[in-house]
T-cell receptor
């Protein structure tokens, strides 16, 4: 296993379209996190899963955002009716436990035009 | 209000110079982490400091956790162009050591080291 992978790496979409990102964590890591990062800022927490259960969602995660981790392995983050303000880097991280180090993927950079 | 305040926000220096980046908070933490992030990549953990007054060294990087566990600093000696990147402090635990799970990051310091 070479680490956390995210696809696609870049996504350009028009306002109003739906987009879906995928994250494949390090195998056997039961925690999976999604963060959003705008240019020159630190990442902001969006949501996390322990196995397939979504345990917490940030208030940043509006109704247009939904995340799933159906089998406790990979996760998807969907944004419906994208807005220009959704343009950001979406980072995924995984850890072996709540106290374990989080390993980040390379991110998906979303540009909404 | 940011839980973790980093300064400076931007730092542009010449190769060979020394620099210090600060991470401050009004809250007490049982641990703080420092990450480095290159453009187009995710953050990579550099170090975790857990004891008040602790100093950790990683080659030319020196990390210090304040005695009161409310602040931390990162000092780079003889900076090189390869040190260029976004330096982030973060915490995932409160003063009692309870893990939040999620990480809360500072806004970061963008370091540029010119050859």
């Amino acid at each position: 296993d070479t680490g956390v992978s995210q696809n696609p790496r870049h996504k350009i979409t028009k306002r109003g379209q739906n987009v879906t990102f995928r994250c494949d964590p390090i195998s056997e890591h039961n925690r999976l996190y999604w963060y959003r990062q705008t240019l020159g800022q630190g990442p902001e927490f969006l949501t996390y899963f322990q196995n397939e259960a979504q345990l917490e969602k940030s208030r940043l995660l509006s109704d247009r955002f939904s995340a799933e981790r159906p089998k406790g392995s990979f996760s998807t983050l969907e944004i419906q009716r994208t807005e220009q303000g959704d343009s950001a880097m979406y980072l995924c991280a995984s850890s072996p436990s709540s106290a374990g180090e989080q390993y980040f993927g390379p991110g998906t950079r979303l540009t909404v035009t | 209000t940011q839980l973790l305040e980093q300064s400076p926000q931007f730092l542009s220096i010449q190769e060979g110079e020394n620099l210090t980046v600060y991470c401050n908070s009004s809250s007490v933490f049982s641990s703080l982490q420092w990450y480095r992030q290159e453009p187009g990549e995710g953050p990579v953990l550099l170090v975790t400091v857990v004891t008040g007054g602790e100093v950790k060294k990683l080659k030319r990087l020196t990390f210090q956790f304040g005695d009161a566990r409310k602040d931390s600093s990162l000092h780079i000696t003889a900076a090189q162009p390869g040190d260029t990147g976004l330096y982030l402090c973060a915490t995932g635990r409160n003063a009692g050591g309870t893990s939040y799970g999620k990480l809360t990051f500072g806004q970061g310091t963008i370091l540029t080291v010119h050859p």
